[in-house]
């Protein structure tokens, strides 16, 4: 079992920045693939980012040369830099995990979840 709990969610400018943190417990985090989601009211969750065990990355082309996904194995957690938000940026980013992705852009591949924060973008 792998719980995960995000943080670092907050208002910011257009143009600004945010780090969220997924911080995981139960299990050595660095043998799992972790994506990022995120998901605005009335809108289905959508793929941001993933990291997996071999540290190779992925991103969603809406966030691609903006975000930064990265792994600190020694606190078993799991970052996303967000640089230049947008107003459409604005959503609840939800951390995932699973031991073994088959498909790191689809939600239902995903076996854990935590609760998300909220980002909110003003233009």
């Known amino acids: 079992q792998v719980q995960l709990v995000e943080s670092g969610g907050g208002l910011v400018q257009t143009g600004g920045s945010l780090r969220l943190s997924c911080a995981a417990s139960g299990r050595t985090f660095s043998n799992y693939d972790v994506g990022w989601f995120r998901q605005a009211p009335g809108k289905e969750r959508e793929f941001v980012a993933a990291?997996?065990?071999?540290?190779?990355?992925y991103y969603a082309d809406s966030v691609k040369g903006r975000f930064t996904i990265s792994r600190d194995s020694a606190k078993n957690t799991v970052y996303l830099l967000m640089n230049s938000l947008k107003p459409e940026d604005a959503a609840r980013y939800l951390c995932?995990?699973?031991?073994?992705?088959?498909?790191?852009?689809?939600?239902?591949?995903?076996?854990?979840w935590g609760q998300g924060t909220q980002v909110t973008v003003s233009s």
């Open positions: 995932a995990a699973v031991y073994y992705s088959t498909n790191y852009y689809s939600p239902g591949n995903y076996e854990y």
């Open positions: 990291v997996a065990r071999s540290s190779n990355t």
